[in-house]
C-alpha cells in the first residue's frame, strides 16, 4: 500500500491581528481542497496539528472546532501535539490511518495562533515543550536551550558565528522569493551579526520569529490516487524520541530524535542521504540548521558549519536546504510548521512552483523537530510512484 | 501563566530545588536528578534510592538571556547554564557573580537563591543556583 | 556544663554601593556624610537574594562550624525587619533547606536591628532547660532606606547565624537585656520605608539602651572593661559604637575586630551579629567578648563569651567573614536602584 499526498495550502505567514485560529485553519483546508480539486464531503478524517492553542488563545478541543468550522461534521478529528513537531505527527497519524485500510482520503492540517499573547507570555507559552519544571523553572527559554547547544557546536567543532549567520542569509534569499513569508526579504551576515543578542551567542536574526498560520494537505490511498493529477508519493516516514530536558541528554551537538527518524525513513526509502534533491529542515535557529545538515548525513559531524559556508545549501548548489525560505524567513507558527515544510515539498516536486522551483527536484525530505528536539520527525516524498 | 500560581506543584518538588536530592538506582549504579521513579536503564529491574548531590560541578554550555519569559522579566540578563554535577548527573541552572566570567568547564558550586516570585502578592519559590568557585 | 555558640558563620551579598557613588546622586557633600557616618560603602543584595536566601548560607557556614548533625538542631529563630513574608515564616523554608528535621520550634522574630540576638537569648534557655540539644539563632537583613534619606547611605544586607549549645568554641557566660517603650526609628505595616526621629535616635536611644544593657552585664558578673579582649556593638553607623565604646571605657584596639560597618553598612539585625563572626575569625583561646546589640523601639541585649580551645579546630571549616568582605563589586546607583525595587515600573 502506497500513500500520496494530491492537495496542500498554506495561509500567508504573518501577524494575522484580524484573523483567528479559527479563520486561519478553515483557510488552509479550503486551499488544500481546491489544489487537490475535490470537495470537502470527500475528506473521511481530520488530523490536526497544534502545539498550545490552551495557552496561546485558552482554545482547546481543537480538532472538532476545526470540522465544525469546516462544515465537515460529524467526521473523526483528531488533534496531535508534539510542540513544534505537532503537525508531522498529524501527518503520521494521517499516513498510518490509510495504511491501516481505513481510509481513502484523509486531510491532515496544522495551525497556530501565538500573537494574540504579549511576546513574553509567549516565550513562556513556547518553553512548554521544554522541561517545565527543570528548565522553564529556573528562567530557561528556547532560544537559551539552542544557544546551549550553539556554543558547544562552536566550542567543540569550531564553528563559526559567520556560518550561524550564513544560514539565516540563505533562509531569507530564498524566502524574499515567497509570497506567503512573513519576511520575505534578502538580509546580510552583517545585519545578524549587528542584531541584538537575545542569548548568547544567539542574535535576533538567528531567531524564527513569532508567527500565525495555518497548513493543510490532502493525503489518499493508492487506489483512488489515479483520480488525481500528480500525486506525490510518501516514500519513507520516522519519528524518534529524546529526554526532554536539553541537560540530559549524552551530548548537545547532535539530535538523536533526527539521526534515529532519518535513518528509519532512509530506510523506508530504500535511500541514502545523498539521493535528496532538495530538504526542507527545522531551522527554528541557525544552528539548528547546521546540526541537521550533519544529523541526516548531508555531511560530517562538526562540518555542517562548512558546507554553510561553502554555498553548498543554495537553492542552485548541491543541496538546497530551506529553497522556499525556512522557518527563519516563511515564519513559525510552531503548530503548523511541519506541514507547512510537507506542502512546500510537495509543491517542489510537482515542478510547478513558480519562483520558488528548484529545478529537477525528484526527492525531497522535510525534517520537524519538537522542543529541542525531543521529538524528531522525518518524512522522504518522491515524484514518481515508487514500485 | 496559571500553573505558575500553583502551590502544590512547587511545594511537591521542593526537597529535589532545596537539596539536590536525586535518585541513584542500586542496579547500575547510575544517579539521577531530579528524582526519578523508574530507571530509564534498568527500568522494572531498577532499585531507586534517594541520592544526596554534593552540590558541586562544572559547567558544560552556557548562555546569557538577555530576552527572558514572563516572570523572569526583572532579573534579565543573567547567565545559564548545563552544570555537570561532580556524582554525574547533569542539570540546567542560572550562574550567579559576575556573569562575564562564565566559561565552559569552569567548577561550580550550588547557592540558595530566589527563583522565581509569583507577582508582589504571591509565593516566592527558592532553588538552587551556581556560584563559581574560586 | 558550659553552653554557649558551638558553631558561628555568615554571608555577606558581594554587591557594594559606595558612599561617594549615593551622594553623587543626590548631589550631598560625601566627603561630610563619609567622615560624620564612618562609612566608606554598603553590602547590596543581588535581585535573587533576600533575608531567606542568606539567612541559609550565613546558617550553612554555622552548621559546617558546628560540626553536627543538623537534624539535632530542636529550634530555629531568625531575626529579621525583612522577612520576605508578612504571613509566613521565613524559619520554615530555612529550616528545610538546611535539613534541619521537622522535630524543630520555628518562629520568626522582629525587634527592629536586635532581633537577631534575641534569638540567640531563646536558643540559648532552651539549651539550658534541656528542651532542646541545639538551637540555631540567625540575625538577617537586606535592608532598605528611602531614597534620598540619611538611611540611603548605610542600609546594608548581611547574616550573621549562631548554632548555640554544649561544648561551645565561645561559652555564654552571661546576658541581660535593657528595654524601654522609646519610639526613635519604626516602620507601620504595608510601608516600603522605615520612618526615624533623626537626632532622637541618639542619646535617649542608641547610647541609652547600649551602655545601660552593657553595664547592667558587667554589675551583674562583676566584670570592668579592661576584662574584656573584644567588644562589639550594634552599628547603625561608625560613629555611634566608638563613642558607646568610649563612654563605657573601652578602647579602640577592643572595638577594632568586630568594627565592620566602615566596609559592610548596616544590615540592621545582621549588624552586630556579623561583627561577633569577625572577632570569632580570629580570637584566641580564653578571650573575653562583650557583645550588645540595639533595637529601636527600643531595646539592647548584652553577651558575654569566652572563646574556648574549640575555636582552633572549628573556625576554618567555613568561610570567613573578610572572605565575605573582600569578594565584592562596586556598583553605581542605578543598577542599586534596579536590584533594590526602588522603581515604580
Known sequence: MRVAVVGAGQTKFDEHWEKSLRDLSTEAGALALKDARIDGKHIQSLYIGNMSAGRFIGQEHLAALAVDQAGLIPIPATRCEAACASSALAFREAYFSILSGQYDIVMAAGSEKMTDLKGTDAIATLMGAGDQEWESAIGLTFVSLYALMARRHMEKYGTTREQMAMVSVNNHRNGALNELAQFPKEITIEQVLKSPLISDPLRLLDCSPITDGATAVILVSERVAKRFENPIWILGSGQASDTLALHHRKSLTELLSTKVASKKAYEQAGLKPKDIDIAEVHDCFSINEIIAIEDLGFCEKGKGGKFVEDGKIARDAEKPINPTGGLKSIGHPVGATGIRQISDIVKQLRGDYGKLQVNGAKIGLALNIGGSGATGVVNIFGRDKPK | MPYKSSVPLFWRLKKSKYNLIGTKCNTCDKVFFPKRNLCPNCRRRGNLDDFQFSGKGKIVSHTIIRVPPEGFEKYAPYAAAIIELDEGARISGQIVGDISKVETGKPVRAVFRKIYEDGSGGLIHYGMKWEMAE | ?345
Open chain 3, 1 to 345: 556544663m558550659n553552653i554557649g555558640i558551638v558553631g558561628y558563620g555568615c554571608y555577606i551579598p558581594r554587591l557594594r554601593i559606595s558612599v561617594d557613588e549615593i551622594a553623587r546622586v543626590w548631589g550631598t557633600d560625601a566627603e561630610s556624610f563619609k567622615r560624620g557616618l564612618m562609612v566608606e560603602e554598603k553590602a547590596v543584595p543581588e535581585m535573587d537574594e533576600d533575608t531567606i536566601t542568606i539567612s541559609v548560607e550565613a546558617g550553612r557556614n554555622a552548621i559546617l562550624r558546628a560540626g553536627i548533625d543538623p537534624k539535632k538542631i530542636g529550634a530555629i529563630y531568625i531575626g529579621s525587619e525583612s522577612h520576605p513574608y508578612a504571613v509566613k515564616p521565613s524559619g520554615t523554608v530555612v529550616a528545610e533547606v538546611l535539613r534541619l528535621g521537622e522535630n524543630i520550634m520555628v518562629a520568626d522574630f522582629e525587634f527592629a536591628c536586635k532581633a537577631g540576638t534575641a534569638a540567640m537569648q531563646c536558643c540559648y534557655g532552651l539549651v539550658k532547660a534541656k528542651e532542646i540539644e541545639y538551637g540555631l539563632a540567625i540575625g538577617a537583613d537586606t535592608s532598605q532606606g528611602r531614597p534620598g534619606d540619611a538611611l540611603e547611605y548605610t542600609a546594608a544586607a548581611a547574616a550573621g547565624a549562631f548554632v548555640i549549645g554544649k561544648d561551645p568554641l565561645a561559652t555564654l557566660e552571661g546576658m541581660c537585656s535593657f528595654t524601654t517603650d522609646t519610639s526613635d526609628f519604626w516602620r507601620r505595616e504595608g510601608e516600603d520605608y522605615p520612618s526615624h526621629g533623626a537626632r532622637f535616635t541618639g542619646k535617649p536611644a542608641y547610647f541609652k539602651h547600649v551602655v545601660s544593657a552593657s553595664k547592667l552585664l558587667m554589675e551583674k558578673l562583676s566584670l570592668k572593661p579592661s576584662d574584656f579582649n573584644h567588644v562589639v556593638f550594634h552599628m547603625p553607623n561608625g560613629k555611634f559604637p566608638l563613642t558607646a565604646s568610649k563612654m563605657l571605657g573601652f578602647s579602640k584596639e577592643q572595638i577594632e575586630q568586630g568594627f565592620v560597618v566602615n566596609r559592610i553598612g548596616n544590615p540592621y539585625s545582621g549588624s552586630s551579629p556579623v561583627g561577633l563572626c569577625s572577632i570569632l575569625d580570629v580570637a584566641k583561646p580564653g578571650d573575653r567578648i562583650l557583645m550588645t546589640s540595639y533595637g529601636s523601639g527600643a531595646g539592647s541585649d548584652s553577651f558575654s563569651f569566652i572563646v574556648t580551645d574549640n575555636i582552633l579546630e572549628r573556625r576554618d571549616k567555613a568561610k570567613k567573614t573578610e572572605d565575605y568582605i573582600k569578594n565584592k563589586k562596586n556598583i553605581d546607583y542605578g543598577l542599586y536602584v534596579k536590584l533594590r525595587r526602588k522603581l515604580k515600573a
